[in-house]
């Protein structure tokens, strides 16, 4: 199957860390992504892991990919108000892209 | 760089009319786009893929009478809804492969409401 799961919410004091997981089930992926959306927007893309890869760090987020597992994770650090939003994982089957279920991240002061 | 135009960023129509979306990849060519439907608080469904030249990909259970998609150009591909009727009210997002950045460049996005 395609299913793409997340967490549906998560609320994170601000200053602190933010991990978001997502778990999908197509071992031949090619790349997994996380997207932030915001309300009423499209997607931004925030930053991709190459399935070979096990973590790739990009300023204050940092990726984690556990292929045994099929498991992907993003950690924001020092979440700001500003990272208030939607967050998808997808990963790539060929060109298409599926997408996580989403999760919403909402930090408060 | 790698942007993706989609117009409008909403519509209004009545039910039994048509309504036609726009992507346009502005510096870019794009061989290949896609479009999505996301409903309320749910995740993006992908529809159809669309090539230039050639006919779209559709998702299995996606109407492709009803869901009319054009890709003449390296630049240009378009998504009419035809006969439009109030479940078709969503928010429909158009996306762009662009290689250099190895991932998806997405629109804004149009809301579609049909009354």
């Known amino acids: 199957g395609e299913d793409v799961e997340q967490s549906l919410f998560l609320s994170v004091r601000e200053g602190d860390s933010s991990v978001i997981n997502c778990t999908y089930t197509?071992?031949?992926?090619?790349?997994l992504y996380w997207y932030k959306q915001e309300p009423g927007a499209g997607l931004q893309l925030l930053t991709y892991?190459?399935?070979?890869?096990d973590m790739k760090q990009d300023q204050r987020l940092t990726v984690l990919l556990n292929k045994k597992d099929k498991h992907l994770s993003l950690r924001i650090a020092d979440t700001q108000t500003g990272d208030s939003a939607i967050y998808f994982c997808?990963?790539?089957?060929?060109?298409?892209?599926?997408f996580g279920t989403g999760t919403r991240l909402q930090v408060f002061p | 760089g790698a942007v993706v135009s989609q117009h409008p960023s909403w519509v209004i129509c009545k039910s039994g009319t048509s309504v036609k979306i726009e992507c346009r990849s502005l510096?870019?060519?794009?061989?290949?786009m896609f479009w999505y439907r996301q409903f309320p608080k749910q995740s993006l469904m992908l529809m159809a893929t669309?090539?230039?030249?050639?006919?779209?990909?559709?998702e299995q259970g996606v109407e492709k009478d009803k869901f009319l998609i054009n890709h003449a150009s390296l630049t240009l591909s378009t998504l009419t809804v035809t006969s439009a009727h109030p479940e078709d009210s969503s928010f429909y997002i158009c996306?762009?492969?662009?290689?250099?950045?190895?991932?998806?460049?997405f629109g804004s996005g149009t809301r579609l409401t049909v009354v």
């Open positions: 510096d870019f060519q794009a061989t290949t």
């Open positions: 997808a990963e790539r089957n060929t060109d298409k892209l599926i």
């Open positions: 669309s090539n230039e030249g050639s006919k779209a990909t559709y």
């Open positions: 197509d071992s031949s992926s090619t790349y």
């Open positions: 892991i190459f399935s070979n890869m």
């Open positions: 996306s762009a492969i662009h290689k250099r950045s190895y991932g998806y460049t």
